[in-house]
Each structure stands twice: as structure tokens, then as C-alpha cells.
């Protein structure tokens, strides 16, 4: 069983900044990469940044430029650096994994944590 632990959220006024984290620990395994979601009321959940174990990065549009995803694979965390808020960022922000233990590949989410961003 793997656990998820986020932290980091909070709320912000625009143009400000905020840095999630997330720390991945439990049985032995091996991960091949890790990213972050948001979820905003009404909207389905979409990608915001990925990033594989040998540090491949993808980014939504809408944050390219403004937020830094990165990885420390020696504490099997993932960090969200989110520059230059907007009032449109404002979501729960979902932490995800994808493992493999001994073959078998997994995925496991984090329990989300809300990002405000006032105008």
C-alpha cells in the first residue's frame, strides 16, 4: 500500500505564489512519475504538470510559464512551485503517481488540497 501526503495549500491574492507538495511512501516501489491535477467547482478535473522519474516535464497551457513542476527521487516527492497566481487557478489541486511494484504498475491520488487565489 502506498500513501500520499500533500501539503502546501492555501489562499493567495493574484499575482502571488504557492508550493505544493507531495511525498509518496509506503511498500517497496519504484516510480515512474508523478503529477498534479485541478479540479475547480463544475469543471472536470484536468492536468496541470507532469513529471516522469528521469525529469520529462508536460505542462497545461494555461501554466506554462508561471509554474515549475519537480521531483526528488531520493524522497519520492513531487513539488508544485506556482508563480503569478490568477483567480483562475483556483481549484483543489490533486496529487497522482504512477508506480510500479515489482511488475506491476499502480496509481495512486492524493486526498486534494485547495488552492484560493483572490482578485
Known amino acids: 500500500q502506498v500513501q500520499l501526503a500533500e501539503s502546501g495549500g492555501g489562499s493567495v491574492q493574484a499575482g502571488e505564489s504557492l508550493r505544493l507538495s507531495c511525498a509518496a511512501s509506503?511498500?517497496?516501489?519504484?516510480?515512474?512519475?508523478m503529477g498534479w491535477y485541478r479540479q475547480a467547482p463544475g469543471k472536470q478535473r484536468e492536468l496541470v504538470a507532469y513529471?516522469?522519474?528521469?525529469?520529462?516535464?508536460d505542462y497545461a497551457d494555461s501554466v506554462k510559464g508561471r509554474f515549475t513542476i519537480s521531483i526528488d527521487n531520493a524522497q519520492n516527492t513531487v513539488y508544485l512551485q506556482m508563480n503569478s497566481l490568477k483567480p483562475e487557478d483556483t481549484a483543489v489541486y490533486y496529487c497522482?503517481?504512477?508506480?510500479?511494484?515489482?511488475?506491476?504498475?499502480?496509481?495512486?491520488w492524493g486526498q486534494g488540497t485547495q488552492v484560493t487565489v483572490s482578485s
Open positions: 513529471i516522469t522519474s528521469v525529469d520529462t516535464t
Open positions: 509506503g511498500s517497496s516501489f519504484s516510480i515512474r512519475g
Open positions: 497522482e503517481v504512477d508506480l510500479v511494484v515489482e511488475t506491476t504498475p499502480y496509481t495512486y
